[in-house]
C-alpha cells in the first residue's frame, strides 16, 4: 500500500503532493514501483495535528482519488468521515482506512456498510491532539489486541461483513517507541483475531528512536528512515501480515520478495 497524502502538514512529506495533478503522478510512481493499492489522504494524524474541516478534506482527497482510479490504480482512501468515504468510494476507492476504526464519526460504520467494501479498523484512542498522552499500558499486546477485538464487534455489529474487516495495530497512535518495537515482535499474535492484518510503520517515531545514535542531538528525519520501514515490512511479511503501507515503496516491496522467497524455502 503505497501513500500519497494530499496534506500541507503530514510528518513526512507535508505539502509534496499537496497539488492534484502531482499528486495522481506520485500515485502512479509508486504504482509503477511496485505498489498494489494506493492510499490516498487529505487530513494529517501526526501526533499533536489539527483536524482539517470536512470541505477542505473533501477538495484535497476526490480529485485525486478519482484520478488515479481513471488510470486504472486500485485506490484506499484514508479518512476518518464518513462523507469524505462516501464520496471517495463514489469517485473509484475500494476500500476505507479509518485510523479511528469507526469511532471519530458514527456515521462511518453504517457508511461502510452501505457501499460493502473492505473496512480498515485501527486501534485507536483518541486524536492526534492528545493521543500521546493516552500511551499508558499495562500489557500492550493483549490490550492491543483485546481493543481491537472489541471494535471489530462494534463494527460487525453496525452492518460491516466480517471477511470485510481488515485490522491494524496502530504503530505509532498513543504508543511509544517500546509500544511499537513489542507489537512488531508479536505480530503472529494479532492473527488471533482471525482477519488480515495491515502494518503502517512507515517513517514513524519508534524507527527514528531505534536509527539515533549514541550522542545524536535528533533522530533522523522521517525521509532517512526508509531503510528501517523496509527492514519493518520484511518482518511484517514474516510475520504473515496481508500488507504494509509505505511512503516508499521500491525498497520495501523487495524487502517483502526476498522474505517471500525465505519463506519458500524453507
Known amino acids: 500500500m503505497g501513500v500519497v497524502n494530499v496534506t500541507p502538514d503530514s510528518f513526512s512529506d507535508g505539502g509534496r503532493w499537496f497539488d492534484t495533478t502531482v ?3 506520485h500515485g502512479l510512481h509508486l ?9 490516498v489522504g487529505g487530513e494529517s494524524t501526526r501526533p499533536g495535528a489539527s483536524r482539517v474541516d470536512e ?17 486504472g490504480v486500485t485506490v484506499s482512501v484514508d479518512t476518518m468521515r464518513a462523507r469524505v468515504a ?12 479509518d485510523v479511528s476504526g469507526g469511532l471519530a464519526d458514527p456515521d462511518m460504520i453504517p457508511a461502510v456498510a452501505a457501499a460493502e467494501v473492505p473496512f480498515v479498523v485501527m486501534h485507536w ?12 499500558y499495562g500489557d500492550v499486546v493483549a490490550e492491543v489486541i483485546d481493543e481491537l477485538r472489541q471494535r471489530m464487534e462494534a463494527v460487525i455489529a453496525g452492518g460491516v461483513a466480517p471477511e470485510r474487516v481488515v485490522i ?7 504508543k511509544d517507541a517500546a509500544h511499537d518495537l513489542k507489537l512488531v515482535a508479536h505480530l503472529t499474535e494479532l492473527h488471533a483475531l482471525g482477519r488480515p492484518l495491515l502494518v503502517a510503520a512507515s517513517r514513524k517515531r519508534f524507527l527514528g528512536h531505534v536509527l539515533t545514535g549514541p550522542g545524536a542531538a535528533a ?7 526508509d531503510a528501517a520501514t523496509a527492514a519493518v515490512s520484511a518482518l511484517a511479511a514474516q510475520a504473515g501480515a496481508w500488507a504494509v503501507r509505505v511512503h516508499e515503496v521500491r ?3 523487495d524487502a517483502v520478495r526476498v522474505a517471500r522467497a525465505v519463506e519458500g524455502a524453507a
Open 31 to 39: 504504482v509503477s514501483e511496485g505498489a498494489d493499492l494506493v492510499d
Open 55 to 71: 470541505a477542505e478534506e473533501l477538495r484535497r482527497v476526490i480529485p485525486v482519488v478519482k484520478g488515479l482510479a481513471s488510470e
Open 86 to 97: 462516501e464520496q471517495a468510494v463514489a469517485a473509484g476507492a475500494v476500500l476505507v482506512n
Open 23 to 25: 499528486a495522481v503522478k
Open 125 to 136: 484512542r483518541g486524536f492526534s491532539e492528545s493521543m500521546n498522552s493516552r500511551a499508558v
Open 168 to 174: 491494524d495495530p496502530g504503530l505509532g497512535f498513543a
Open 251 to 253: 525498497a520495501t516491496a
Open 219 to 225: 533522530p533522523p528525519p522521517a525521509r532517512e528512515r
